[in-house]
């Protein structure tokens, strides 16, 4: 499978102390500069989105998602036996 292309491009000044405590980083777990920030930044944005509180949709998919959360809860087979076996945890 091809990698897509890098195509864009971020620039930032950085205190000389910063700079040289994410390069000795990125060496310690044997990456590039541009791969340790790049992971770590998208790993913190991942993170800040799964926390977000509010969510804003068009009116479609707005629609579509209340249908379905409208729609009464399908068995799960997988569930039901999950459900029905003894419970190894006693409080």
């Known amino acids: 499978m091809a990698t897509p292309a890098k195509n864009s491009r971020l620039n930032l000044r950085l ?43 068009d009116e479609s998919t707005w629609s579509a998602f209340s249908e379905l959360l409208n729609e009464p809860p399908r068995p799960d087979p997988r569930l039901m036996e999950l459900f029905a076996r003894p419970q190894r945890i006693t409080r």
Request: aromatic share 4%; hydrophobic share 40%.
């Open 15 to 57: 205190r000389e102390a910063d700079d040289e405590l994410i390069r000795r980083a990125a060496s310690q777990v044997g990456q590039t500069v541009t791969e340790f920030l790049t992971s770590t930044a998208i790993e913190r944005a991942h993170e800040v989105m799964a926390d977000q509180r509010e969510f804003v949709l």
